[in-house]
């Protein structure tokens, strides 16, 4: 790239970016208009999305970016993301084809769906700008640890952000995150096309912006106006031009985008014709050249972008504002509804005619353009981005214990469990407990990390000693700062949480350090980070999810502390699979389960229901056999005679009622059985898998009995099995399904209320009362 002239190279540059704006739209193009609709839907695009972005996303892979950066791009530009990997040659052109169809490119950028290499899904508006802030807090992570190889270069992160997406809280509230810790070595490019999916941005909104970054330690860049109008306002009475731009409301300029030269005309010799010097301007442009002028905003102009980004070289988090035209060399730039518009087939025939595109040439990498093949293919060779070929690292397995040190509490809590277990891996100080990172939002102690942070510390930049300790003031915590801690701590806001976590359990792929994450909240609040928790699951990315407390268990807190239908959501979250102990050895069993499958390469994130009730443990050693049972999904803790007509199906919390109840219904109907379950949501995953592999006809497929029929097999067909969870009861009703058994499901319907524990149950219909009513109900 250096032996190139500056002019040669921008010369290169702007041919890309011709090719990378035609071969978006033709993709949208050819799988709206072209290949065959069997279903009649729109496929859709975005086109105009796309035009806006041309310039800028072509700069930053062909000229800017290097092998160590990572960079989310807007979603709604993912087929400009894929013209660019087709000309690098990591795209394929039957992908393109088959653009929004099955096994074809997506309409988003997907790390685990695309070919292409993609650093960030995207896809949920605001994300991935997010993602963006909290791999940067990973990276520094890794670095100040010497994780990895230790020789990795420090890669900026990058956030291709359309303007309507800074309608969306996260990412404010990932803003705020970044600086407390100090976020580095990121940038984030809105797209200031002045447009959103109904209408267009409004300019006092948007006016404060620049001011939000700058006021959490930002620097902005705006990018503005490009080489054309700046030569321009350097005629006299240019100033004049450049304050009519300045104060036009974004929905006149984008109106008068769409009409072109005539309309530009009209505008400024009504309101400026006064100005000698802006009447020898309108004389010495037709009305093309005008608009072309009028439209020369630095978003769009090659040169002023390169050069915006050429001049930043230091770590400091940089917004760069580029003003931009949606729908730029289109049709229908500037339309306000063009959003979602397609060209028609008149349109797209004047574009490629435009472009220089012969029939027959529409896929080919250089068609239409007037530099050598040969002279663009060395560029694309030697792009910095391509230096290394293709970017997603590795690294080893973290090697585990055989099993994890359990307390022997004769009576305690999953929760306080939790936080035993982890402090003895802190203690013990192995290589499991140096890969772990933990994070909270807000709920480190009540969530029972406050000795793994004892021991392991806080992450930070900078040494910062706990003041209280300093002050010799008496406290449980030591909330110490280092760049050697191993706890991230956050701010109320359950998506930073998530997305961090998404970062954390993407370490391994992004800079070559495997971090083993746990993230802890109330169970509750699961859901107001769902669409976030969603995105880290879609990314593949590895964690374990504790949430604790959890249900109406969590009595005296009343209803907008307690949790419902999270159960459900472990159940039908892919990516995740949850799991609901009742005793602190079949956590210790799970929790190392949960290291060894966020490590394989089909397995996926760990979502670990607890309980703040401390229970009487069992008194007994898991052999092996017990433990694969715990892990399968669950085990009998009174097994049932053959042919048993009752079983009781117990999960979590509420297990002493069920045990206690199964003791006075095993006196009326002998040999029934009490079954324990930890995990629902494997055990339905595994019986649907069953299921598929009995329904094939292949000679060679598995059609063994998954876990829950095999548990099942020794009641009758028509035995009566009572469900009972402190979570909605959909979770185990399904159980029926399996042998056609009857099901009478108890569980919680409704929000919850302040109460104890004793009055709670009664009144929801968990005690030990209710499930012998509901035996002699099922019977």
Known sequence: MTTLAPIQRLRLLRELERKVLWLSAWTIHHANHIRPNRDGLKVGGHQASCASLATVMSALYFSVLRPEDRVAVKPHASPVFHAIQYLFGHQTREKLERFRALGGAQSYPSRTKDVDDVDFSTGSVGL??????????????????????GKRPTGRMVALVG???LDEGNIF???LEGWKHDVRNLWWVIDYNRQSLDGVVNDRLFGRVAEMFELVGWRVVTLKYGKLLETAFTQPDGAHLRDWIDACPNSLYSALVFKGGAGWRE????????YPGIRRILEQHDDASLHRLMTNLAGNDMQAVVDAFENVTDDTPTCFIAYTIKGQGLPFAGHKDNHS?????????????????????????FAGLTSAPADLQAFLDAAPFNAEGRRRTEAPIIALPAQLTKPNDRKSSTQEGFGKILNAIASEDGELARHIVTTSPDVTVSTNLGAWVNRRGLFGHTEAEDVFRELKVVSAQLWRQTPKGQHVELGIAENNLFIQLAALGLSHQLFGARLLPIGTLYDPFIARGLDALNYACYQDSRFMLVATPSGVTLAPEGGAHQSIHTPLIG????GLVSYEPAYVDELAVLMRHGFEYMQQPDGGSVYLRLSTRSLAQPERTLTPAQQADIVSGGYWYAPPE???????????AVTPEAIAAHESVARDFAGAGLLVLTSPDRLHTDWLAAQRNRGRTAGMVDRSASPIERLLAPLSRDARIVT???GHPLALSWLGSVRGQRVVPLGIEKFGQSGDIPDLYRAYGLDTAAIIDAVARAV
């Open 128 to 149: 991935g700008v997010a993602m963006t802030l909290f791999s940067s807090i990973v990276q520094d992570y890794v670095r100040l640890k010497n994780l990895g190889d």
């Open 163 to 165: 303007d309507a997406e």
């Open 173 to 175: 509230e990932a803003l």
């Open 267 to 274: 505008a400024l010799t009504r309101d400026l014709n006064q």
């Open 341 to 365: 518009g397609l060209m028609t087939l008149d349109q797209m025939a004047g574009f490629k005619k435009g472009m220089g595109i012969a029939d027959g040439e529409e896929w080919d990498k």
């Open 571 to 574: 159940i039908g979250q892919p």
């Open 642 to 652: 053959e042919g048993s007509d009752v079983a009781i199906v117990a999960m979590g």
């Open 724 to 726: 009972v969870m402190d």
